[in-house]
Every structure is written in C-alpha cells, then in structure tokens.
T-cell receptor, first 114, second 115 residues
Framework: AQTVTQSQPEMSVQEAETVTLSCTYDTSESDYYLFWYKQPPSRQMILVIRQEAYKQQNATENRFSVNFQKAAKSFSLKISDSQLGDAAMYFCAYRSYSNYQLIWGAGTKLIIKP | DADVTQTPRNRITKTGKRIMLECSQTKGHDRMYWYRQDPGLGLRLIYYSFDVKDINKGEISDGYSVSRQAQAKFSLSLESAIPNQTALYFC??????????????FGDGTRLSIL
C-alpha cells in the first residue's frame, strides 16, 4: 500500500524568506500524481501545485515550486518570498494513475514570522 | 458562490442520533468523495462515487453510509453517531482525467461534534 510521510510537523520562516517543506512517499507504481494542498485557518483545502510523475520538469506556480526526485520518492515544496498569507497547514498527497483515491500525509504547519 | 457546498458548516449532536451531511456541486464533475480529517492524521477517505450508480467504500467506511441522489449531490450519513466520529468532514469533487491527473476540489468542510 502507498504511504505519504511529512516528517516536519511544524516549520517557521521569516516573512520574505524561502522555506522548503518535505514529503516522501512509498509506492511500487511508476505512474502517479503528486499534489500539495494548503489549509489555512479558514479550513478550506486549496490546491497549491501538482506534478505528474512522468514529467521530469519540476512544476512551478508563481512563488511555489517543487523538487520532485522520483528515484528518491521525494516531493518537496519550496515557497519563495514567504508572505503572511502563506501561514497554513500544508498537505502532500499521492494518487496512482489508475486509482482516483488520494493518499494524504499528516501535514506540516507553516508559521510565518513578521 | 462556492463550487462545492457543504451543509451544515457546524453541527453538535448527541450519541446515538442519526446525522446527514450534505454536499452539492456546480462544477459538473462526475466524481465525488467524502473524507474525514482528524488532528495529526491528514485526510482519510470514507466513500467515493464515480457516478450516480457507482459508489465505493474507502479506507474507513464502517459506521457511515452515503447516497448519490444526482450527479451534483452526494450525502453522508451517520446512522447512529458515536463520539469518535467527531471530526472535520470534507466533500470533494474531481473531473475525469485527461492527459493530466485531475485534482480534487473541496468544500469548506462540516465540523461535527458528537457528545
């Protein structure tokens, strides 16, 4: 069975600086998708970025980018120029190519220091 | 208006009561999901449905049932609520994959407390 591990329960960063959140996963499949979701205190679950495993190029969305290392089964999220509005829980999620079920990590709480 | 709407937003009830959580969507997606979120555990899938006639159990379906009344509506029931079902419940939808894996889109959640 697939598993997703987020080893950092909490991270903090100074406003305007860069922070990286870690995610590792375990799978025997070669085709899959990976996602980062953000959950602010308002409790909405918001898609931040996604990556297809067959793509070698790392996904980017404005200040958010990933470092996808398929062989290492690692999928970290980098947030550049951190803003106060980035404060939230961040969840990493895995989905196999053939199965629509998402497997979730336990989340990392990101604190932004002004 | 929200694309995925959950009602109620919050609910407090007593052990043994029957509870229904409702979800409706205007995104036109075929696929709908129910999750529960507990502190420190991330989200866990309860049930999912790929169309009105296709309903599947997820990781933690015991104690829950669902109904897909229409493409746009998917409700979750707790037949006899117990305190360890206290959690934040999310409904989500997704489109069919094209050349990309389609992400899931979430409602705002229902916070359920069972006393």
């Amino acid at each position: 069975a697939q598993t997703v591990t987020q080893s950092q329960p909490e991270m903090s960063v100074q406003e305007a600086e860069t922070v990286t959140l870690s995610c590792t996963y375990d799978t025997s499949e070669s085709d899959y998708y990976l996602f980062w979701y953000k959950q602010p205190p308002s409790r909405q679950m918001i898609l931040v970025i996604r990556q297809e495993a067959y793509k070698q190029q790392n996904a980017t969305e404005n200040r958010f980018s990933v470092n996808f290392q398929k062989a290492a089964k690692s999928f970290s999220l980098k947030i550049s120029d951190s803003q106060l509005g980035d404060a939230a829980m961040y969840f990493c999620a895995y989905r196999s190519y053939s199965n629509y079920q998402l497997i979730w990590g336990a989340g990392t709480k990101l604190i932004i220091k002004p | 208006d929200a694309d995925v709407t959950q009602t109620p937003r919050n609910r407090i009830t007593k052990t043994g009561k029957r509870i229904m959580l409702e979800c409706s969507q205007t995104k036109g997606h075929d696929r709908m999901y129910w999750y529960r979120q507990d502190p420190g555990l991330g989200l866990r899938l309860i049930y999912y449905s790929f169309d009105v006639k296709d309903i599947n159990k997820g990781e933690i379906s015991d104690g829950y049932s669902v109904s897909r009344q229409a493409q746009a509506k998917f409700s979750l029931s707790l037949e006899s609520a117990i305190p360890n079902q206290t959690a934040l419940y999310f409904c989500a939808t997704s489109d069919r994959d094209n050349q990309y894996g389609q992400p899931q889109h979430f409602g705002d959640g229902t916070r359920l407390s069972i006393l």
